[in-house]
């Protein structure tokens, strides 16, 4: 850089910042707490360039090779939206989990035909898991939880540095995390959808012991009620769950990280 001319240096210096800013904003695009769709777009993008800016010089520091032809800079710009876009992916996760469980709890609650407007990515959402989501958000931004979102993806410049020799890490990374996906969201609901289900083998039993009793007529409001009952004792213990879950996501990052620097 140092026989290179003032244009030609502030032309590297912004194709170097360009670089940085794409990878923060594929990420923000798909992140919870950053990438709700009620934040606007220009707060998301303000963000990004932001951060960016902040870190621009950790970046500058290692020197890092752009090319100067168009095409391979093209290439190196998509990977690196790419790479904000799988980091947040991953992350997304934890919200998937979040709603997966919500729709399991509703389908027994006998919620899914009242499913509500999701105000966090704008779409149909389970009712319970827009709850659980709403929740999981704030316990997220209560223990600043979405710092270490941040922390991890500077993380991401020690593996997978601006000009990688390495390709990402393959479908099989990806396979697995969203098997992950399904079995946290079972075992995240099972305590309110198991009890359920107790419930309504206990009253088809009583049906069939009593059977002039018309039990259907009354059990869809129990079932409710049951089920509201079930989710309050729980909330006590949903901060942990939330908890256990980011500490999963964020050990998920660290191996699709080591993952693509081939360890």
């Known amino acids: 850089m140092h026989d290179m001319s003032l244009a030609q240096i502030l032309q590297w210096n912004i194709s170097l910042f360009l670089l940085v800013l794409s990878r923060w904003a594929g990420m923000v695009m798909l992140a919870p707490v950053f990438g709700a769709r009620g934040v606007p777009g220009m707060v998301k993008l303000g963000l990004a360039v932001s951060i960016s800016i902040l870190l621009y010089p950790l970046v500058l520091g290692s020197q890092p090779n752009i090319p100067q032809e168009l ?24 919200t998937a989990i979040l709603e997966g469980a919500g729709q399991l709890i509703d389908f027994q609650m006998g919620f899914t035909m009242g499913n509500s407007l999701d105000p966090v990515y704008g779409m149909q959402s389970p009712m319970m898991g827009n709850f659980q989501m709403v929740l999981a958000t704030m316990l997220l931004l209560a223990t600043n939880a979405h710092h270490y979102l941040i922390a991890a993806l500077v993380k991401s410049y020690a593996y997978v540095p601006i000009n990688p020799s390495a390709l990402p890490m393959g479908i099989a990374f990806y396979t697995r995390l969203v098997s992950h996906i399904f079995a946290l969201s079972v075992q995240l609901a099972l305590p309110v959808f198991g009890a359920l289900v107790l419930a309504d083998l206990g009253v088809g039993l009583l049906s069939r012991t009593v059977p002039q009793l018309n039990v259907f007529s009354i059990v869809f409001g129990v079932k409710i009620i049951f089920g509201f009952v079930l989710l309050l004792m729980a909330v006590p213990l949903f901060g942990e769950s939330v908890s256990h879950l980011f500490n999963q996501s964020m050990s998920w990052i660290l191996e699709l990280y080591r993952g693509w620097k081939g360890e």
């Open 71 to 94: 095409l391979p800079y093209v290439g190196i710009l998509v990977k690196e939206v790419l790479v904000g876009l799988v980091i947040g992916f991953v992350v997304y996760a934890l």
